[in-house]
């Protein structure tokens, strides 16, 4: 069993900066691919970054691409999402999620733990 537990999320000006962190429990994420979606008010769940197992592999959704950036630190157990150069529509819920298949791919279903989410909020 893994858990997982998003922090960093908060209220930020446009064109700022936040990193958002996923530290796990109970396993080692190093063969884990890790993912973050948002979920926007009356929106549906998005895959906006995930990476691979081997860290090989980046997905970037095409809104947040040359703005957001995902990485993890294995000797921490943890998983980030750098967030640069903020937008009004960049608020949402972000959740991080770990994949033990390790492939990365920005499927839902593929996605077996899921942490409870940290807010980002974008004012212009």
């Known amino acids: 069993q893994v858990q997982l537990v998003e922090s960093g999320g908060g209220l930020v000006q446009a064109g700022g900066s936040l990193r958002l962190s996923c530290v796990a429990s109970?396993?080692?994420?190093?063969?884990?691919?890790m993912g973050w979606v948002r979920q926007a008010p009356g929106k549906e769940r998005k895959f906006v970054a995930t990476?691979?197992?081997?860290?090989?592999?980046?997905y970037l959704e095409d809104s947040v691409k040359g703005r957001f950036s995902v990485s993890k630190d294995n000797a921490k157990n943890t998983a980030y999402l750098q967030m640069d150069d903020l937008k009004v529509e960049d608020t949402a819920v972000y959740y991080c999620?770990?994949?033990?298949?390790?492939?990365?791919?920005?499927?839902?279903?593929?996605?077996?733990?899921w942490g409870q989410g940290t807010q980002v909020t974008v004012s212009s």
């Open positions: 999620a770990a994949d033990s298949e390790g492939l990365g791919i920005p499927k839902m279903a593929l996605y077996e733990y």
């Open positions: 990476l691979s197992g081997d860290a090989r592999t980046v």
């Open positions: 109970g396993r080692s994420l190093s063969t884990f691919a």
